[in-house]
């Protein structure tokens, strides 16, 4: 339970009551993020607290609200986190992922650090709650919701057929990143870090082309005598770095594109781009921010189709009770990923 930063408890509270137009599921996975280390240390502006954190959320139906149809107790499930409102112009036009009254699980709605969670009726009205296909597990199932984040930005930069794409940051999103352009045709992945170390052990799970460990050469040079000077198609900061920010554009081929995945630090939300490069080469810079209902639905059949593996990024698994030292993993990057059973 989120009360302030700084201030995360375990406490026993009442086991929550399905209403109408809900659904009540035993959580059996719950999955951290770079968010929830984030919301410790800095909250959120999205938060009510005191609330329930926890938005990589898989489980099992135990109960259905009046009115609800298709779903009964048993049920294999995997729950959207961003709940957009599917009804602003926004919505109507596609662009569910930036939905200005979006609503997010563990934010507004209690979330999936806890043994049980009410689905409110936003996420059935958005089609958000996912059955969870045959063979596949709760932890696996969790990470739909990174994975459709990543493939919201992969969609945005076309990642595709052939193309040369470069990701900065080897955390847990960065491997996503990896195997994601893998599965859309990319020719060849080059994954960043400086982290020696992590790069790795990261590198050894996903197996990029190429590994460069920025802390010991010029990361730019590295990619353009790794493309033979044309530089890379794609490049995807999943590092909330300005620095990787402006190398990424320095990377770039004619008409390259250039994710800005990670977001930065409030403080130093801003970096200097060389206006001339972007006009002569052609470039394009791209936000991205969540996913959408339908990504996520795609995400979890990636998964499930082996298109996109996940079991093995997923080093540590903890109990309820070890949330706290869950977050103090992530925060100290000695886990590709972390899952809560509680």
């Known amino acids: 339970m989120f009360y302030a930063p700084g201030d995360i408890r375990l406490e026993d509270i009442e086991e929550p009551v399905v209403a109408g137009g809900e659904v009540k599921i035993r959580v059996r996975n719950c999955s951290t993020c770079g968010t929830d280390v984030k919301i410790l240390h800095s909250?959120?502006?999205?938060?009510?607290?005191?609330?329930?954190?926890?938005?990589?959320?898989a489980g099992e139906v135990v109960a259905v609200g009046d009115g609800v149809t298709g779903w009964q107790p048993g049920d294999r499930v995997q729950v959207i986190a961003a709940?957009?409102?599917?009804?602003?112009?926004?919505?109507?036009?596609?662009?569910?992922?930036?939905?200005?009254?979006?609503?997010?699980?563990?934010?507004q709605f209690p979330g999936g650090f806890a043994e049980y969670l009410i689905v409110p009726n936003s996420v059935l009205r958005v089609d958000g709650l996912n059955r969870i296909p045959d063979g596949l597990s709760f932890a696996?199932?969790?990470?739909?919701?990174?994975?459709?984040?990543?493939?919201?930005?992969?969609?945005?930069?076309?990642?595709?057929?052939?193309?040369?794409?470069?990701?900065?940051?080897?955390?847990?999103?960065?491997?996503?990143?990896?195997?994601l352009a893998r599965s859309r045709g990319a020719a060849t992945?080059?994954?960043?870090?400086?982290?020696?170390?992590?790069?790795?052990?990261?590198?050894?799970?996903?197996?990029?082309?190429?590994?460069?460990?920025?802390?010991?050469?010029?990361?730019?040079?590295?990619?353009?005598a790794a493309t033979e000077g044309r530089g890379a198609d794609v490049v995807i900061t999943a590092a909330?770095?300005?620095?990787?920010?402006?190398?990424?554009?320095?990377?770039?081929?004619r008409q390259g594109r250039l994710s800005?995945?990670?977001?930065?630090?409030?403080?130093?939300?801003t970096i200097t781009v060389d206006s001339n490069l972007v006009h002569y080469r052609e470039l394009t810079i791209v936000g991205v921010n969540g996913s959408s209902p339908a990504q996520n639905k795609k995400a979890l059949d990636l998964i499930a189709s082996g298109a996109v593996p996940v079991a093995d990024l997923i080093t540590?698994?903890?109990?309820?009770?070890?949330?706290?030292?869950?977050?103090?993993?992530?925060?100290?990057?000695?886990?590709?990923?972390?899952?809560?059973e509680p």
């Open 43 to 57: 909250g959120h502006p999205n938060m009510t607290a005191p609330q329930v954190m926890g938005h990589e959320i």
């Open 83 to 107: 709940i957009p409102d599917g009804t602003c112009p926004d919505c109507r036009a596609g662009r569910l992922s930036v939905c200005p009254n979006q609503l997010s699980m563990g934010y």
């Open 140 to 179: 696996e199932a969790s990470l739909a919701e990174p994975l459709a984040c990543v493939l919201n930005g992969q969609e945005l930069a076309r990642v595709g057929e052939g193309d040369t794409v470069v990701v900065v940051g080897c955390g847990p999103i960065g491997c996503l990143h990896v195997r």
């Open 189 to 224: 992945v080059i994954l960043i870090d400086l982290n020696g170390a992590r790069l790795a052990e990261a590198a050894a799970l996903v197996k990029p082309d190429l590994a460069i460990d920025a802390s010991a050469v010029d990361p730019i040079a590295a990619v353009l």
């Open 240 to 253: 909330a770095s300005g620095v990787a920010q402006e190398q990424g554009l320095q990377m770039l081929a």
């Open 260 to 269: 800005l995945f990670g977001g930065l630090p409030k403080d130093r939300p």
């Open 316 to 340: 540590h698994r903890l109990p309820l009770s070890g949330i706290l030292d869950a977050i103090d993993i992530v925060a100290r990057g000695e886990a590709i990923k972390v899952t809560i």
